[in-house]
């Protein structure tokens, strides 16, 4: 074996130095290159994978479209895509105790009748997993549970079993014992997650991976794990409620910024079916500064409450503080209130956050943030059934957004009177005019104006 080399790998994008750097030259992210040795190339790897190496024509190759597998829980399902797709990867990220284990527990009993799941576990005994399956009512019996690091062993197990699903809890324990460098490490994460592509690619199975995330709330070796597999999920928690968001952030079989909610229970995660109604249930309806948008996640429209407070300020500069949308993105809605609408915000602190601990990062709130804002200076409440959405632009014009009929709807659904629109919606809006009355306007004086008068 040839002599161990020793590399400085940037444990957030894989860049590697033969020196120790203080800042990663590729990624930029600061101490973030740690000493690992790298061994000699593994000689097992070519024998992982059966699939035949002759090139086919499209026609030839068989579309595994058709293959997916639901698994039944469907806020899950929606976030995949439409179901699991065969020999796909799937990694899972989240904060420690968010719930991963719990779902992918919940997971492998949905799939129970499509096929034998193994799920192999480096930070649990089964024991432990046992104790947690029975208090979620697991009892599938084609789950095969064992505790492993080793990832050449894991392999070992999936030629015996042959399983349709694999699951691995977490990536970050497993370890290919000829590489010298820590289980964790970037280096090891790499190597394991390449060895179960190939696995789950020539053996057809549709593989999951759990994550763990790091301080900043990305995956240890993120770009290097969000490269190689097909889908990335991360599970999100609101501390103060037992809300869970799963969102796609990439999908190579679906739409990304898809979002799942689910609430953690004792008998585990419970989907929430009506999502906007969860998220509007707490309101205080008479309130200024509050208004209730509709945020595009992926492919469904959600109805989301914006906060907004307003008071004079005491310091020399005032304070913005924003929570939920991109804080530079409101720094510049204010000063286009201040300059079209003639608003005085500048001796004014504004905070403004979106409830429920959701972030929202399209334009199409735009219009609702200045309309809270505005309500909470003016000290003016919005109308309680009214939703507003818009993009602004800086001329203080109101800009189309996309999707805004599906926008429309979902506020007629849930019982909204009006809904305020840009005038470039207006046609293809004007289909549900007798479910919801719908205002058009082209800036944001007019859509000011509508909201606020008393
Ligand atoms: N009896 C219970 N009733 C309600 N919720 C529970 C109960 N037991 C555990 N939980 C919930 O399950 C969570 C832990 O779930 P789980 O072990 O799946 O998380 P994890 O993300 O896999 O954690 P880790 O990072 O430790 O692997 C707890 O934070 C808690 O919210
Ligand atoms: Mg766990
Ligand atoms: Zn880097």
Known sequence: MAQDKIVFCCQECGYESINWLGQCPDCGKWNTLVEEKVAAPAKHKANNTRVA?????????????????????????RIVGGGVVPGSLVLIGGAPGIGKSTLLLQVAQALNRQGAILYISGEESPQQIKLRAQRLGVDSEQLY????????????????????????????????????SAPGSVGQVRECTLQLMNVAKGYTIATFICGHVTKVGEIAGPRVLEHMVDTVLYFEGDAQHNYRILRAVKNRFGATNEIGIFSMQEKGLIEVLNPSEVLLSERNEAASGTVVVVSLEGTRPLLVELQSLVTSTYLPVARRQVQGLDYNRVLLLLAVMEKRLGLHLGSQDVFVNVVSGLEIDEP??????????????????????TAIMGEVGLSGEVRAINFAKERVQEAAKLGFKQAVIPAGNLKEAQALKNKIDILAVKSIREAIDFCLKK
């Open 53 to 77: 190496g002759a090139p086919q024509t499209l026609a030839e190759i068989k579309s595994i479209e058709t293959d997916r597998i639901a698994t039944g829980i469907g806020e899950f399902d």
């Open 145 to 180: 549970l064992v505790s492993e690091t080793n990832i050449q062993q894991v392999i070992e197990y999936c030629k015996k079993l042959n399983p349709k699903f694999l699951i691995i809890d977490s990536i970050q324990t497993l370890s290919e014992p000829d590489l010298p």
């Open 364 to 385: 199409a709130s735009d219009l609702g943030l200045v309309g809270a804002v505005a309500s909470a200076l003016r000290n003016v409440p919005v109308d309680k059934l």
